[in-house]
């Protein structure tokens, strides 16, 4: 889920929209590909780079027009998934 919001990302920093600016998507593409590949070699501390999203997730309905959606929302409810999993991950990890 991380590396699929990091290509969608990437593609928005490559075809920038006016809603959007390029190096924000740069930046995200990075983090959440590096955070993707991260949890793929399972290291320990990616689990908690997966709540990166949060940020984001709060922050959207603020610096985003809702009214005006268009199909880059799609990351949202996949972010939305992969905070839901990292956070089942690290409750797992605690209790056992």
Excluded: Q
């Amino acid at each position: 889920m991380f590396l699929l919001t990091g290509i969608l990302h990437f593609y928005l920093a490559i075809n920038p929209t006016p809603e959007t600016g390029s190096i924000a998507g740069l930046i995200g593409g990075i983090v959440y590909s590096a955070t993707g590949v991260l949890l793929l070699m399972k290291v320990g501390f990616a689990r908690w780079l997966g709540l990166i999203p949060i940020i984001a997730i709060v922050m959207a309905p603020f610096m985003l027009d809702l009214t005006n959606l268009d199909w880059t929302m799609v990351w949202f409810p996949i972010e939305l998934v992969a905070v839901i999993c990292c956070i089942i991950l690290l409750v797992k990890k605690s209790k056992g």
